[in-house]
């Protein structure tokens, strides 16, 4: 968009022109997104340039949010929305104000050396090649590898009747390998992803050959995978699969639009002790290359750390700027969208348990009979119930304190508290993973998620 | 001339096809008895295209999307320079006119007043939670989406298709949150339909409500090998994402599938067939994403595997017509609001399974020890191995032919694959539902003989 914003102030002036003074406060968010996305597999690759650009405007009345959003970026098509947004609402039972915050200016992409758009499509469809090329020609169990290439470019612009006025660039390179292996009627596939806030530079840091042998020793391993056992065992969780426990299990029940909601099972619990000592979870928008990272949300707070658990200790909710006036305690710079098209909600960005002290080895060493999850698969929020549903795309088993073969896909599932109180270990190693996140089944924003191995007690588990 | 082909003969572009998406949405989303947020319009609009470049015998092909028509310009330039940088030995025509079928896929009250039908529909399910309280609990939402989508979809191609359609989608979901005072419990129905008619409060209320409370008394899951029975709903997560991709062209072609043409995969009672042209089924149109005319297509028959599904790339590799399966998916990350920027790929439409004979009191009457499974947490099978593995939701423990005690907890797990061959019953009234990680399926309830849960 750039060389464009100037026209996207011009709506904004536009909007506030047209709803000062009637409602009780308005934003609008000017959203584009652009990637370009390459899919290469044995058969063939295909290129796409996918492209999304609107406008989202809100406007706060009687404590009901009015929303209108529009493809169309245009000043007389956005003023019109605008009109359509001053209309009487039936008031709720229960009236929220809306704080007034002070106004923030700022204008600031998060760093690409290689920016996607000036990057040559020509580089990173060689790039893809190669990848291909050689997870191909390693194992000939392999019979088809499937690379994926994708970069965006999300250019958020914001202002609101307080007074900010706020733009962002935020890139993300992100690669995934996915060698498909097959003996006789099995066929399984692990993936490698790997990706960052960032340009394309972050692909050309990659070590190519050594992803590709990981990748394809993953997937062939899964060939003589066993499944796993089902039931209470010990468990070793990778750091992504950490990541995912913090992130399901805990950041959605911290989520505070679920307290307004009364469907957060977390709401009675800040400040006392919810999990062993070893456990201490961060949500950073803030963290650099992080996947989930932004410079501020997409109601105009400035992004920030927030430590949700330290030590063990629950420290308090992720905000938007309506949940934080509910409860009378600042927002945490965790609104987010997933495009003009869709609503604002209280999200995580980049959610981690902060690294214990402790060797992998040593984590291991005294588990008689357990189970590794290993590369975080997908996994299910429960706000209410306070339940957990993780599932990993492979396992290892554990006897008497060594790694003693592969499993294929686990999922543990309990109550989170009971499974944070058994955490009683972490490792020294720190990994991000890639992820999308979703609010229930809809509403997909980029989340980070990792942290270090952690050791738990007891958890239940079964093949995935 | 179409409505596009200038801006092609302008780039000097021989080869393409422009599919164009227009949607207008609007919802209420609900906090508690409250309305939280009301969207009107969500307005959007995209074009996607896709330019193919031949040389020699290899052919390219190239992708752009823009949302706005004074930008197809460029688009069209950027997919050209895009087929040119991908040559590869592949075959590919963009499709030719072909008869289309007539289907049902609007919804008069969502196509006539979507504003007036969101505020009506979320007035009658609120007042619904409130009716019959029980004495004992309390009963509240805590969140809800009421939502339609009107959309118009147009395909333009090179081969002279030129076709439109109109579509409605109506999307809700409503979390049914219950107390004691001391004990809380949840359930949370979410639900895509063609019309809103299709879900209908005052029958579907009272379930909602009773699983609600009855998860307030849930214990966790046994722990063993049971017969499980699963509700549509569940059946939709389980079955959509392995069977499709095992049914697959593409698949097929890349030798990644298992199911052969002529392999029995399945139990003999087990009968499934892509509907592409189901009445009021979420995936059924008159064409597919690329102007290939939707039908029905047998995948299971008796147990034995009959027929690929193919979109256009994958039915000229194999030699074969394709069948209406050039689809950009609903389902995780694409809602009918930007599916048109999702790449078209194989996939099914609405697969539905055969009724079986039995009533679901006669399935449970037959199972000493069992599940019944209602709602997962989220059951997403890996779709080359089919192994799956969720934690229960709300469900209930079978005993001695009976309904007995409420689940929440421990999981269901196993592979897709395995549960096919092992059916002992299939209910006889099928049910359209969407699921959490797939989109459609018209489906009975499926009993599955000897399933591993996971319990304490």
Redesign the interface.
């Known amino acids: 968009m750039s060389g464009e914003l100037d026209k996207v102030y011009d709506i904004f002036e536009k909007v506030g022109s047209t709803l000062d003074g009637k409602v009780e406060y308005w934003d609008v968010l000017y959203d584009s997104q652009a990637s370009c996305s390459i899919v290469k597999d044995k058969v063939d690759v295909k290129v796409s340039t996918p492209e999304l650009e609107g406008v989202q405007l809100r406007a706060f009345k009687g404590g009901v949010w009015l929303t209108s959003s529009t493809h169309r970026v245009e000043k007389a098509a956005v003023a019109d929305l605008a009109k359509r947004l001053i209309k009487p609402i039936e008031a709720p039972r229960r009236v929220i104000k809306l704080e007034r915050l002070k106004a923030h200016r700022l204008d600031r992409p998060l760093p690409a050396k290689k920016s996607p758009r000036e990057t040559p499509l020509e580089d990173k469809l060689e790039v893809v090649r190669d990848y291909h090329k050689l997870a191909s020609s390693l194992d000939k169990r392999v019979i088809n590898t499937r690379v994926v290439c994708i970069d965006s470019l999300i250019e958020r612009a914001f202002a609101n009747s307080e007074g900010s006025l706020m733009h962002q660039t935020v890139p993300r390179t992100r690669l995934v390998i996915v060698p498909i292996a097959r003996e006789g009627d099995r066929i399984e596939a692990d993936f490698l992803s790997k990706g960052r806030t960032g340009g394309f530079e972050f692909i050309d840091g990659l070590d190519m050959e050594g992803l590709c042998r990981k990748a394809v020793a993953s997937s062939v391993e899964l060939l003589g995978a066993k499944v796993p056992p089902s039931g209470e065992l010990t468990v070793i969780a990778d750091p992504g699969m950490a990541g995912i426990i913090a992130h399901e299990s805990f950041g959605h029940g911290l989520e505070a639009d679920q307290v307004m909601r009364d469907r957060s099972y977390l709401a009675a619990l800040v400040g006392k002790k919810v999990a062993s000592e070893e456990s201490t979870i961060v949500d950073s928008p803030v963290l650099e290359g992080g996947w989930g990272s932004y410079v501020f949300d997409d109601e105009g707070t400035p992004a920030k750390e927030n430590v949700i658990l330290d030590r063990g200790i629950l420290k308090g909710f992720l905000h938007d700027r309506l949940s934080s006036s509910a409860l009378g305690v600042p927002p945490t710079g965790n609104c987010r969208v997933e495009s003009f098209l869709t609503k604002h909600f209280v999200r995580m960005s980049n959610t981690y348990f902060r690294p214990g002290d402790m060797a992998l080895e040593e984590l291991i060493e005294p588990v008689k009979r357990g189970v590794m999850l290993a590369h975080a698969n997908f996994g299910m929020e429960d706000p209410l119930g306070g339940g957990i549903q993780c599932t990993s795309s492979k396992g290892y088993m554990i006897e008497n304190g060594k790694i003693a073969g592969a499993l294929t896909s686990v999922s543990l599932a309990g109550r989170v508290l009971d499974l944070l109180k058994n955490i009683d270990g972490a490792s020294r190693d720190f990994e991000m993973s890639v992820g999308t996140c979703g609010k229930g089944s809809e509403d997909y924003v980029p989340a980070g998620d990792g942290g270090c191995y952690l050791r738990i007690s007891k958890a239940m588990v079964s093949g995935g | 001339m179409a409505k596009f082909e200038r801006l092609f003969k302008k780039a000097k572009v021989e080869e393409y096809d422009i599919y164009t998406l227009k949607t207008t949405?609007n919802d209420v989303?609900l906090?508690?008895?409250?309305?939280?947020?009301?969207?009107?319009?969500?307005?959007?609009?995209?074009h996607?295209v896709r330019v193919i470049t031949r040389e020699g015998g290899l052919v390219g092909?190239?992708?752009?999307?823009?949302?706005?028509e004074k930008?197809l310009e460029g688009c069209i330039g950027?997919a050209k320079?895009?087929s040119t940088?991908?040559m590869?030995k592949?075959k590919y025509e963009f499709p030719a006119p072909k008869p289309l079928p007539r289907v049902d896929i609007v919804d008069a009250a969502i196509k006539e007043d979507p504003v007036t039908a969101v505020n009506e529909f979320t007035k009658a399910i609120l007042g619904l939670v409130g009716e019959k309280p029980r004495s004992d609990r309390s009963i509240?939402p805590?969140?809800g989406?009421i939502r339609t989508y009107l959309s118009e979809t147009s395909i333009e191609n090179s081969s002279g298709i030129d076709c439109a359609k109109v579509e409605t989608y109506f999307y809700f979901?409503l979390?049914l949150?219950v107390s004691d005072g001391t004990r809380?419990?949840?359930f949370?129905p979410?639900k895509y339909r063609r019309r809103i008619s299709n879900i209908n409060p005052e029958e579907e209320m009272p379930r909602w409500k009773k699983l609600a409370y009855d998860t307030l008394d849930a214990k966790g899951a046994p722990?063993g090998k049971f017969p499980v029975i699963l509700n549509p709903e569940s059946l939709c997560d389980a079955l959509v994402s392995p069977v499709g991709f095992h049914s697959s062209g593409?698949q097929k072609?890349?030798?990644?599938t298992?199911f052969k043409e002529g392999d029995t995969v399945a139990s003999e009672a087990v009968a499934m067939v892509d509907d592409g042209l189901l009445s009021y089924g979420l995936v059924s149109s008159p064409f597919d994403d690329e102007g290939n005319p939707q039908r029905r297509t047998t995948i299971i028959e008796k147990g034995v595997f009959k027929n690929c599904i193919c979109d256009q790339q994958y039915a000229m590799?194999l030699g074969r017509d394709p069948t209406g399966n050039g689809i950009k998916p609903l389902g995780?990350?694409l809602?009918p609001?930007?599916k048109d920027?999702s790449?078209v790929r194989t996939a099914l439409t609405n697969l539905s399974v055969k009724p079986g004979t039995m009533s679901l009191e006669e399935m449970i009457e037959d199972v000493k020890q069992g599940v019944l499974i209602d709602q997962f947490?989220?059951l997403?099978p890996?779709p080359?191995?089919s192994?799956?593995?969720?934690?229960i939701?709300n469900g209930y423990r079978i005993e001695g032919g009976e309904i007995k005690q409420p689940i929440?907890?421990?999981?269901v797990?196993?592979k897709v694959f395995d549960l096919l061959k092992d059916v002992g019953g299939i209910s006889s009234r099928a049910h359209l539902e969407s699921g959490?990680s797939a989109f459609s399926i018209v489906s009975p309830y499926m009993k599955f003989n000897s399933v591993?849960v996971?319990g304490?």
């Open positions: 949405a989303q906090r508690g008895f409250d309305i939280e947020a009301v969207r009107e319009p969500i307005e959007n609009v995209g996607t092909m190239g992708a752009s999307s823009c949302s706005s930008k950027r320079f895009l940088l991908n590869q592949i509240k805590t969140f989406k979901e979390a949150k809380i419990a949840e949370w979410r722990h593409d072609f890349k030798n990644q298992v590799a995780i990350l809602n609001l930007n920027t790449p947490s989220w997403n890996d080359f191995s192994s799956f593995s969720s934690e939701r929440k907890g421990g999981m797990s196993g959490a591993q996971v304490q």
